[in-house]
């Protein structure tokens, strides 16, 4: 029929290339760029697929975030704004791999069947397509588009280049019957931003050094910063590595990634910066950690990460809470709760320090999807991986709540303390992203936070040190060996590892250590941290010895 033949004349369009095998991890599929077509074509058959199943829209974002400019890759965004379904990531790989145009014509029959979608073209399935600013994105846009124009009745809606973020957001709010351009993007972000900022105990006053230094890692959150500092006041960013230089390459020598693995000054960046805030993007703006240029001397910076982006979010948000001194007899019926969520990743410093707060604390594995499933239990859930990708995801019922305070107090005196409470926390949760992590909106609730306590970025990095850590990768025959358990912290098997493990970490002050298989690269990742810098060096070593 007419679905077949138009699957079986456009896939053949798209051969796989010889050799390769794809797969839908962590991060979507990731590989270079010249390989990729005919993945993403598959990718966007995938999209129309999972927008008929759930008669939604559909994202499909083109970008390798953090990794080398030759890279490329595609990533689902489901209804919600979030990651695509677990469930989907086995029929993702297998199209990915299918060897010829008949056998994934085979696989698309079968998994229609399987999940009950009729091709008759009687539904406008939606993707809506966004790339990041990689030369290779526009062709692998238009494989996007022939893939998703194969399944009869679909659509691509195509946003150009924006971040990561970006096209979860407009995902979510279209399908939430919201207005979801980029310009209603900036809009929400900038008047939430504004009213925290007006809030603030010395008003739209800033309390604080407002001058914030942006390396915008030479790709598309640069150009989006800028537009979105042009809608808001109260805070002077100023852009470096935007990418508009001929020289400028995307993630090289500077951005999110780089500085966070190799705790050194990015490109564009040295000796007058001393002292001063700054803060690093990644590839496509879904990571954010601010450092700080300690001395002339060295390229080495003080890396302020996501655990401590975590902490002051957390911090912030606990304190409103108990303005609102939801303790008290008045709101004993509800008592919102709040959580954090961090991997094995996060510094040990920072647990404790979030601990001692009295919060809950719960890690899982490695992966933002499993850190923001983990959050959806809490009225209020806080999560941050240390590489500075991380959200606060508020239910439905604690933002219920919080209008039906709001309209309590209207009446409320202006300078009433636990009105302004309740306006922030809304302010929050129109702020930051519920899709997923967003370094647009998590800098503006950091300088809106450091506005509202009056602290510089030292204040902040105070708030806890680091203890020491050090990561490293082993290369091995078979990463799938290693079988882990309790969030990742513990080895399974082979047997006898942990033991070994536990036997090394027991020789250091504050030591802790663990080995994990990573999702995204044929390596073994070894973690270890101890009071010092030499201990923590040395316990990594041990560890990374006992893989094999
Ligand atoms: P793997 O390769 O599984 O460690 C890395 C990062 C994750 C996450 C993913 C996806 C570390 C230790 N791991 O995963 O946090 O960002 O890439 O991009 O940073
Ligand atoms: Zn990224």
Redesign the pocket.
């Known amino acids: 029929d007419k679905q077949k033949s138009l699957l079986l004349k456009a896939s053949s369009q798209f051969p796989i290339p010889p050799g390769v095998k794809f797969s839908y991890?962590?991060?979507g599929f990731r590989a270079d760029a010249l390989i990729l077509e005919s993945t993403v074509f598959r990718a966007g058959i995938l999209a129309a697929m999972r927008s008929m199943k759930t008669r939604s829209m559909i994202g499909m974002m083109i970008t390798a975030?953090?990794n080398k400019i030759s890279d490329n890759g595609v990533k689902i965004a489901d209804p919600s704004g979030g990651m695509l379904t677990q469930q989907w990531e086995p029929f993702a790989d297998a199209l990915a791999n299918a060897p010829d145009s008949d056998s994934l014509l085979r696989l698309i029959t079968d998994f229609s069947k399987k999940e009950n979608i009729v091709f008759d073209g009687t539904f406008r399935a939606e993707i809506l397509l966004g790339r990041d600013t990689r030369p290779s994105g526009e062709s692998l846009l238009e494989a996007a588009k022939q893939g998703i124009h194969s399944i009869v009745g679909s659509v691509g809606i195509d946003m150009g280049v924006v971040t990561t973020p970006q096209l979860h957001w407009m995902v979510r709010a279209r399908n939430k019957g919201m207005k979801g351009s980029e310009l209603d993007y900036f809009e929400q972000l900038s008047s939430s931003f504004r009213c925290i900022m007006d809030l603030n105990p010395g008003g739209s006053v800033n309390s604080v050094d407002n001058k914030l230094i942006v390396d915008g890692s030479n790709g598309v959150g640069g150009e989006k910063i800028e537009s979105l500092t042009k809608m808001l006041d109260g805070l002077n960013i100023e852009l470096r590595n935007s990418g508009a230089g001929v020289m400028d390459i995307l993630n090289e020598g500077v951005g999110a990634d780089f500085v966070q693995k190799e705790k050194v000054v990015p490109d564009g960046f040295g000796s007058n910066d001393v002292g001063k805030r700054c803060a690093s993007l990644d590839g496509d703006a879904d990571?954010l950690v601010y450092f700080i240029v300690p001395s002339a001397d060295t390229n080495k910076i003080d890396i302020v990460d996501g655990d401590k982006i975590l902490s002051l979010f957390a911090l912030f948000v606990k304190e409103q809470l108990s303005i609102m001194n939801i303790k008290g007899s008045e709101y004993n019926s509800y008592q919102p709760c709040l959580g954090v969520v961090q991997?094995a990743?996060a510094n040990g410093a920072s647990t404790h320090y979030l601990k001692e707060l009295g919060l809950a604390v719960t890690l899982t594995p490695?992966?933002?999807k499993h850190l923001h499933r983990k959050s959806e239990d809490y009225d209020i859930g806080i999560y941050f991986?240390?590489?500075g990708?991380g959200t606060i995801l508020f239910s439905e019922k604690f933002l219920s709540w919080l209008e039906d305070k709001r309209e309590e107090l209207a009446s409320a005196p202006e300078d009433s303390q636990q009105k302004k409470a309740v306006l922030r926390l809304l302010a929050v949760s129109n702020l930051i992203n519920q899709a997923v992590g967003d370094a647009l909106s998590g800098l503006l609730l950091v300088e809106a936070i450091l506005q509202y306590k009056g602290w510089s970025i030292h204040d902040w990095n105070a708030l806890y040190q680091d203890l020491p850590s050090r990561?490293l990768k082993v290369i091995v025959k078979d990463r799938t060996a290693i079988i882990t358990t309790n969030a990742e912290t513990e080895v399974l098997s082979p047997m006898g590892i942990q033991e070994a493990i536990n036997a090394e970490t027991a020789k250091y002050l504050q030591g802790r250590s663990f080995m994990?298989?990573?999702?995204?690269?044929d390596?073994v990742?070894v973690?270890a941290e101890a009071s010092t810098q030499d201990a923590a060096d040395s316990l990594a070593n041990s560890v990374a010895k006992l893989v094999d």
Do not use: D, K
């Open positions: 991890g962590t991060a975030s953090h990571r991997t990743y490695t992966g933002v991986e240390a590489n990708h990561q994990r298989p990573s999702g995204t690269e390596v990742r973690y």
